[in-house]
């Protein structure tokens, strides 16, 4: 334990920080990322919003009533995750073993090398670089485990660096929140509360057996965090073997077109995603969930592939399996799941040559005007059509006279309503 160094480096309110370094006018504003229509979650929150209460996985209408002045973004996964990259990168250059334990943060094992320079500098230096590279905020805590480590991160952020030495770990831990340990979750902390645990120090001297009685290994667990033990491993880094996409619509629907659509579009930009990469998917899942919150899978092993028109179908095809009841949908989502390097085989699935350079075209202008720039046509909305089925133009003119037609259909509207209440309002003054 005493012989250990690790450092968690964690990313200061991450989506925020990206968005921020788009659009520099943000900067020490309430930011909200997600959460922007009435069923929205909050996904990351700035500094200044969390001063009013609000807080990641927060419906978005709390979040609005706690800051009214906050300003929401909808955010960009793509954005997020390569700035994540940027960061993996820095990391992967210059450290000899790191694990990605998310998005934006990460365990760095620096263990032995005290020898030839001190942790704590090399931390530092280390942070300033990814700063000055990525010009984005981090954080990080140096101790001897990953869980006092991650401890100590949050205590310094934002914007904070901090070494708690072995010496040191239990005098740290023990007047904090027993809320602070990873892995206590609302209801956990409840029952703790109850049982008057409300400070790591109480938790660290409780019995280990009594917490194994109340919470099992749940409990035992917690009983190592609080005195400051952890045995896990920094883990090596290694590429996901997913991706997916999910959404839960503004208003429950039951229409098969529609849902048919959105999943076309989640599989075409999975598979841009895909290609991106040079990775290929031998699983294919879709998820529903009904509005009773019912939620249902459905998967499918396939050949190695990142084609979309296999992949639409195949979607298709486990959704009319999935979808059983006459029931609302409140969400729908894709999984593309064992994932391998690699490239297409042209020929595959009766596939031409012309189709492949087709989806190679079409990536090229994605990755130049954006992954929406191109999209299947089923996606977009119809356009309006006459009584004979025809396509109407559009012509701005006309569009204009319509406008106008429907201002003067709105004026006469007003001036009756008007002379209306004008008449009730004499009658009743007789």
């Known amino acids: 334990m005493e012989g250990k160094s690790i450092i968690h480096m964690d990313q200061d309110a991450f989506f925020v920080s990206v968005e921020i370094r788009k659009n520099p006018e943000l900067l020490g504003k309430p930011v909200i990322v997600g959460g922007g229509s009435d069923r929205g979650v909050v996904t990351s929150c700035s500094y200044e919003a969390r001063k009013f209460g609000v807080h990641a996985a927060m419906p978005g209408r ?53 020898k030839f320079f001190g942790c704590m500098k090399f931390a530092s230096e280390l942070r300033q670089t990814i700063i000055k ?43 904090l929140s ?34 194994y009685k109340i919470l099992g290994e ?7 965090k609080a005195n400051g033990i952890d045995l896990s491993p920094v883990v090596p880094y290694r590429e996901r073997k997913s991706i997916g996409t999910q959404t839960t619509f503004e208003n429950d629907s039951m229409d098969i077109h ?12 999975l598979t841009f995603e895909l290609r991106s990469q040079q990775k290929l998917t031998a699983c294919i899942t879709v998820t529903i969930r009904y509005s009773n919150f019912e939620t249902v899978t459905q998967q499918a092993r396939i050949p190695y592939t990142a084609l979309d028109s296999f992949l639409i179908a195949k979607a298709h095809d486990l959704f009319k399996k999935l979808y059983s009841k006459r029931m609302m949908l409140r969400l ?70 319509a406008d106008k037609e429907e201002e003067k259909k ?21």
Request: charge should be positive; glycine fraction near 6%; charged fraction near 25%.
């Open 62 to 114: 709390s979040a609005r009533l706690l800051c009214p002045q906050a300003i929401f973004v909808r955010g960009n996964m793509d954005d997020y995750s390569k700035a994540s990259h940027e960061i993996t990168e820095i990391i992967a250059q210059r450290v000899p073993l790191f694990e990605k334990a998310s998005i934006d943060e990460h365990y760095i094992d620096m263990t032995g090398m005290d």
């Open 133 to 175: 590279e990525t010009r984005l905020p981090i954080s990080f805590g140096l101790s001897v485990n990953k869980t006092v480590a991650k401890v100590v991160t949050n205590e310094c952020k934002p914007n904070g660096e901090l070494e708690i030495p072995f010496p040191k770990v239990r005098p740290f831990l023990n007047p």
């Open 178 to 211: 027993v809320h602070k340990i990873p892995g206590i979750g609302q209801a956990t902390y409840k029952k703790l509360s109850e049982m008057g645990v409300r400070k790591i120090e109480t938790l660290a001297q409780i019995p280990q057996e009594l917490l």
């Open 218 to 224: 749940h409990g035992t667990s917690l009983w190592q």
């Open 258 to 269: 529609k849902m048919k659509s959105i999943l076309t579009g989640m599989v075409t930009n």
């Open 332 to 401: 729908i989502g894709v999984k593309l799941s064992h994932l391998v390097s690699g490239f297409e085989q042209i020929g595959l699935y009766h596939t031409s040559e012309e189709e492949y350079d087709l989806y190679q075209a079409m990536d090229k202008v994605r990755q130049s005007y954006g992954v929406e720039s191109v999209v299947k046509a089923c996606i977009v909305k119809q356009p309006e059509k006459d009584a004979n089925g025809k396509v109407v133009k559009y012509n701005p003119r006309l569009k204009k006279t």
């Open 410 to 430: 709105k004026s006469r509207i007003r001036t009756f309503i008007n002379s209306d209440v004008s008449q009730t309002n004499k009658l009743s003054d007789n």
